[in-house]
């Protein structure tokens, strides 16, 4: 044969292997590229989940919260927070799995309620969410009370459990502290109507929400309670008594 041609055919070869080695070093970098596109985007979910609910956290929720109600073009808004009753007693008798698992099922069924919107768990036995307002179709705190009561079967036997809402409207432009700390008011107020309700039946429960700016809202906020001749149904917040002791 002649020499040039196996010249040629060597270098041909040679430039076909070169070219099969080359080509695996692509795949093999862009394999590694997309594993560690997906692990950084793990990673940025970890960061915003609950790690036990996979609602989002307490550190997701006030980053867009906080974004999303400084937006002065939003629809208005209420705000809307959970706290589970007692809920000590379940890990004491149950155990911390079925806790846990109670709180998972209760995380589903305030997600689902919602519908999509905002909501996180922000620590503990504690829900929040940010709920669009379309028309009057507010929030129903008694019914969502209703729906977190339903009993949960868990690890073959039947959790009870009852939680306490708080809501409270948010229109315009507003800080989300602001406007958590008046659901919040809205939730112990609720607890010491209940509270009552229990001891003297006859008295009637008032819920709904809390309208902003209106005088029962400024008096939860300042501390002082209104004076409107019958029993007081105002409950001070931990924010307002710690800031109090703090002066």
């Known amino acids: 044969m002649n020499p040039a041609v196996v010249a040629v055919l060597l270098t041909g070869l040679a430039g076909a292997g070169v070219a099969v080695w080359l080509g695996r070093r692509v795949r093999r970098a862009e394999a590694a590229a997309v594993e560690l596109r997906r692990k950084v985007l793990a990673e940025r979910i970890a960061a915003r989940q609950d790690s036990l609910t996979g609602l989002l956290n307490r550190r997701a929720f006030y980053e867009l919260g906080t974004a999303l109600l400084a937006d002065p073009a939003r629809q208005p808004m209420s705000a809307v927070l959970i706290d589970v009753d007692g809920f000590h007693r379940i890990n004491n008798a149950y155990g911390q799995i079925v806790g846990d698992e109670v709180l998972v099922a209760l995380g589903r069924r305030f997600a689902d309620y919602v519908g999509g919107q905002l909501v996180a768990r922000l620590g503990g036995d504690e829900f929040v969410a940010l709920v669009r307002v379309l028309g009057d179709n507010h929030p129903d705190a008694a019914r969502l009370e209703e729906l977190l009561a339903t009993p949960i079967w868990v690890g073959g036997q039947v959790v009870r459990i009852t939680a306490t809402v708080g809501v409270s409207s948010v229109a315009g432009p507003a800080d989300l502290t602001r406007a958590l700390r008046r659901a919040e008011s809205m939730l112990r107020r609720t607890k010491i109507v209940q509270r009552r309700t229990r001891t003297h039946p006859s008295t009637p429960t008032q819920r709904g929400s809390l309208p ?31 800031r109090r002791r703090r002066h």
Do not use: F
Not at 215 to 240: F, I, K, M, N, S
């Open 212 to 242: 902003e700016g209106s005088p029962l809202e400024q008096a939860l906020l300042t501390g002082h309670e209104p004076r409107t001749g019958g029993d007081p149904v105002y409950c001070r917040t931990r924010v307002v008594a710690k």
